[in-house]
């Protein structure tokens, strides 16, 4: 190996340490963050019947941000107006890691660093989501007339990416979800004008409805985003939805991402991670998985038969791991309506 060959190596390797370190000597801040995000969690966002999972993905968005791995002024804003935060709260989870990223240089894969080499490992969850739904919705803002946001929860992408595309924009969720969060868009200056919030309840299966009942044309290409939603809905939910796509206007498409049904029964290899997963949702959030894709023996081929079983083809495919692997617990697809 040559110097020129190794010395990139070695400071990747530095980097890492560096990085690591640093995140040790700042972890009391984060610990003290978390700790008080999950205390406001309990006493104010849950008992006021607000979405608890949607800030996941929600974190790991504002993170990338703060870092500087994925531009989302948006995320990093309302980081500091939602329910179960504040500024300090957010600036205590958030900015450890933006620290350690511009000390050492070193971008954390979880949160968009390095390249999605296959196969994605477990690492590259948020990486790939992120990255799969910010792709998929930029190709479709040049194909459909329309865009949908199913379970948009803090999903900042119609402030981001959308925000001067000049077409209907929906965004759908539990009224309690979409009032906390026009509540934090005004108190973190955020203009939202350009969106139409949408009540409903997907387990009710009304979604459809109360998008008419907003101005939304069935018979005008669609894109929904529907980004993870599926895995806390019971399977005659999902596969509605799916059946209400079919019907809309050809050329119109939902992005999606699911767990597998082998991982949501605990099945074989998946039973002590799913048991612990689970637990840790319902003591957190108090909610619970139910829907999963089965993904054996070729993942693609699942999704293809699932999608076509309900009216749409398969168009863009993702997932972690590979065919049958412990990390193949998760996948994104694109069902389109021919």
């Known amino acids: 190996m040559t110097d020129q060959t190794a010395n990139p190596a070695q400071k990747r390797v530095w980097s890492l340490l560096l990085f690591i370190v640093i995140v040790i000597l700042l972890a009391p801040l984060l610990l003290i963050g978390v700790i008080a ?87 590259s969850l948020m990486n790939l989501r992120h990255s799969f739904f910010d792709d998929t919705l930029t190709e479709a803002m040049h194909r459909v007339q329309q865009i949908v946001i199913l379970g948009s929860g803090w999903d900042s992408r119609a402030y981001e990416q959308l925000c001067d595309w000049g077409r209907p924009i929906f965004e759908v969720d539990m009224p309690a979800t979409l009032q906390a969060k026009i509540d934090a868009l005004d108190q973190a200056g955020i203009g ?24 939304f044309n069935p018979d005008l290409p669609t894109y929904i985003l529907w980004e993870g939603v599926t895995m806390y809905l019971s399977e005659e939910a999902v596969t509605a939805t799916l059946k209400n796509v079919s019907e809309l206007a050809p050329g119109s498409m939902i992005a999606f991402d699911y767990f597998s049904g082998e991982f949501m029964d605990g099945e074989g290899i998946y039973k002590p991670l799913t048991y612990l997963v689970k637990i840790s949702l319902k003591l957190t959030y108090n909610e619970e998985f139910s829907f999963g894709i089965p993904m054996r023996p070729i993942a693609r081929d699942a999704v293809t038969d699932f999608l076509h079983a309900n009216g749409l083809t398969l168009g863009r495919f993702d997932m972690l791991g590979e065919d049958g692997g412990l990390s193949s617990f998760s996948g994104f697809a694109v069902g389109e309506r021919r």
Not at 92 to 105: M, Q, W, Y
Not at 192 to 215: C, M, P, Y
Request: net charge positive; charged share 15%.
């Open 37 to 123: 995000y999950l205390v406001k969690l309990k006493t104010i966002n849950q008992p006021s019947g607000v979405s608890g999972t949607a800030y996941e993905p929600f974190f790991a968005r504002a993170m990338a941000h703060g870092i500087g791995a994925r531009s989302d002024l948006a995320s990093y804003r309302l980081a500091r107006t939602l329910p179960a935060l504040s500024p300090l709260i957010a600036d205590l989870i958030i900015e450890p890691l933006a620290v350690a990223t511009r000390l050492s240089g070193h971008v954390p894969k979880l949160l968009g660093g390095g390249h999605l080499e296959q196969p994605r490992g477990t690492w």
């Open 192 to 215: 939202h004008s350009h969106v139409r919030f949408v009540e409903t309840d997907f387990n009710q299966i009304s979604w459809l409805d109360a998008l008419k009942a907003q101005g």
